[in-house]
């Protein structure tokens, strides 16, 4: 039914990894009866076994609920979850952009953390009205009143209804349910008779009905039978069914101006929908798309091969199903000398691209292997063109290149003030710049720092935790690209390349990684019946070498006694059979080798 614009609340919820975004979603859910109590459990709208093991949202989550307030009237509630993460920070926008307010929800215990301040930079971005809250305020450890300051001067949001709750008991939820009516604003339109506009900010892939698009519509009415455009891909439809969240999806006559739901047509290719896009009636539709719409790229890329051939068309089509889910993940197909045939995938980023690794792992039970992770390098030859090169196989010869750039991000680091010295010292080695520090209070610094994203690519965060202890957080967004001295690292197995080690890094830092992936390779790689020289590269300049020593037979055993020549002829002998089998022999490279060059580390035996 329709619902007047001014009983309608669309809010999402922002927070930091672990701060109770989720935990507060299921209180929400309970006082507003939207779910069966019995159905009800930890986490409802985390359904990924992933996103429930790593308290992390993946796939966001919307939900529409009935609030009868204190007043006595009775308000819609659309509640759109996000993602918390970086990688998906362009869904997150455009799940704001379907919003008039958020809940952010701060760990009365940990304070404000790296996500906080990108997320709610984000909602300011997007003109949304912000509800601070304290979680968590139960615990021995809360810091309520630090923390309601550090809101204040971090973020700049006067706390002036401090909401202190504990969504685990339920303690204060009631009042974040009445401070959503009283100060979200509700959503403004142009009339349910208006040209319709609606912001698509997530689509589903049902394999019986086709692709699922998610909506807000700002302007005008959506009606099953219509005949509806994409105004940013161009795709048309009809529309079949339109519904709403409760939160399973519902089917209703009709959606109007203000409210959120889905849609389903005819469109059977989830790449056909862009998250962004603005859907309008094929006749008489609105000539205006809604603000923010662009094209999401990938960020990063690598190559992920089966251990066995024979799984070839098993990942394919374990990757075909998990793309109709996740349109911004992309495929094609590639081939490596040393690992065959498989795939060059492209991911938003680093979560993005090992939360598809372990789906293809764990859902389609496949043995895989991936390659060095790369970024995309803007190439400018000497003609005057450009190249987008993300494969370092693909990079043209270097006579031919005027200059590399490489992408660059910028980050922000909370961390305690002890260990200020060395996450300095991290950022610089991986050729970062440290462009300000902020104090957040009197335990914790903020840093803003630009850094190359190629070299954050595999143990960056990893040492932050390491060296802060667990206590810093990062946070980063895209910077532009900048010119750099990017040169092709090769990795040679017996004098032949093995193009699935080959990756680009900085010239200073060649020769280190050239040495640390020898080490890496020599260490696992198992002897064979000949030397094997491990070799790294830049063009034909060999810039580090390790052996693996081979295996020796005693050909002498036998012999027991008699002339020294007929020992000499012997070993002669075998000499002469190693020497032919390094010409012809092949090298057998173990799947351990790849993750030991991917970490970085060689095998200790």
């Given at each position: 039914?329709?619902q ?11 927070a930091?990894?672990?701060h109770?975004?989720?935990t ?15 159905e ?38 659309n509640?759109?979850?996000?993602p ?14 379907a919003?008039?307010g ?10 404000v953390?790296?996500?906080?301040v ?12 912000i509800i ?15 923390v309601?300051?550090?809101i204040?001067?971090?973020?700049g949001?006067?706390?002036?209804l401090?909401?202190h ?9 009631p ?13 403004t ?29 700002v ?40 409210q ?19 859907v ?6 609105a000539?205006?798309?809604l603000?923010?719409?662009?094209e999401v790229?990938?960020m ?15 990942v394919?089509?374990?990757l ?28 938003l ?26 970024v ?12 987008d ?9 270097v ?14 680091i ?6 200020i ?24 610094v ?15 965060h990893d ?5 802060s202890?667990g ?12 010119p ?52 790294a ?7 580090a ?24 002829k012997?070993l ?27 970490k ?6």
């Open positions: 039914m329709e007047t614009l001014d009983h309608i609340r669309n809010f999402c919820i922002i930091h990894i672990d109770g975004k989720t507060l979603s299921d209180r929400v859910l309970e006082l507003t009866k939207a779910i069966d109590p019995h009800l459990r930890e986490q409802t709208l985390d359904a990924m076994d992933l996103e429930r093991e790593r308290g992390i949202t993946i796939k966001s989550h919307p939900v529409s609920m009935h609030y009868t307030a204190k007043n006595g009237e009775q308000y819609l509630f509640l759109i979850d996000t918390g993460h970086v990688d998906f920070a362009y869904e997150v926008s455009r799940s704001m952009g919003c008039e958020a809940v952010l929800v701060v760990d009365a215990a940990q304070g953390e790296a996500q906080t990108a997320n709610t930079y984000l909602a300011v971005d997007n003109n949304l009205e601070p809250v304290l979680n968590k305020v139960d615990l021995p450890s809360a810091r309520v009143e630090e309601t300051n550090q204040e001067d971090v973020l949001i006067p706390v002036d401090p909401l709750i504990s969504a685990k008991t339920g303690i204060g939820v009042e974040v349910l009445e401070a959503i009516v009283s100060k979200i604003p509700p959503p339109s142009k009339g349910v008779d208006a040209p319709l506009r609606a912001l698509v900010f997530d689509s589903v892939f049902d394999i019986y009905r086709g692709v699922i698009t998610y909506v807000r519509v302007d005008g009415t959506l009606r099953p039978g219509d005949q509806i455009s994409f105004i940013g891909s161009g795709q048309t439809t009809m529309l079949r069914e339109v519904g709403i969240f409760s939160p399973d999806q519902k089917p209703v006559d009709a959606l109007y101006a203000g959120v739901g889905y849609l389903v047509g005819t469109i059977k290719d989830p790449a056909d929908i862009k998250i962004g896009d603005t309008t009636h094929t006749k008489n539709g000539d205006e798309p603000p923010g719409f662009k790229r990938p990063v890329f690598c190559g992920i091969y089966p251990v066995s051939t024979d799984e070839y068309e098993k394919r089509t374990g075909e199903k998990l793309h109709l889910n996740d349109s911004a993940f992309t495929f094609h197909p590639e081939s490596s000398v040393a690992l065959g045939f498989g795939f060059r995938c492209g991911f980023g680093l979560l993005h691209m090992e939360i598809v690794q372990e789906r293809l792992r764990r859902e389609f039970d496949l043995d895989i292997i991936n390659t060095h992770p790369a995309v390098y803007k190439v400018k030859l000497n003609d005057g063109s450009v190249e090169i993300d494969n370092p196989v693909h990079l043209p010869d006579t031919n290149i005027s200059q590399i750039e490489e992408p660059i991000i910028k980050a922000t909370i961390t305690p003030s002890d260990c010295g060395e996450i300095m010292r991290i950022v610089m080695d991986r050729r970062g710049v440290v462009s300000g520090t902020e104090s957040l209070d009197s335990i914790r903020i840093l803003t720092c630009t850094i190359p994203l190629n070299e954050i690519l595999i143990d960056f040492m932050l935790k390491s060296v202890h206590y810093a957080s990062m946070d980063y967004e895209p910077y532009g690209y900048q750099s001295q990017i040169v092709r690292l090769d990795i040679l197995l017996n004098g032949e390349v093995v193009d699935a080690f080959s990756c680009m890094v900085h010239k200073d830092k060649a020769v280190a990684r050239g040495r640390q992936m020898c080490k890496a390779l020599a260490d696992t790689i198992p002897p064979h019946m000949f030397k094997i020289p491990v070799q590269a830049i063009g034909r300049t060999i810039i070498r390790e052996d693996i020593r081979p295996f020796r037979k005693d050909v002498l055993a036998k012999l027991y006694g008699g002339d020294v020549t007929r020992k000499q012997l002669k002998k075998q000499k002469e059979g190693k020497k032919r089998m390094k010409e012809f022999g092949q090298v057998n490279v173990p799947q351990s080798a790849f993750i030991a060059v991917l970085g580390t060689a095998k200790d035996e």
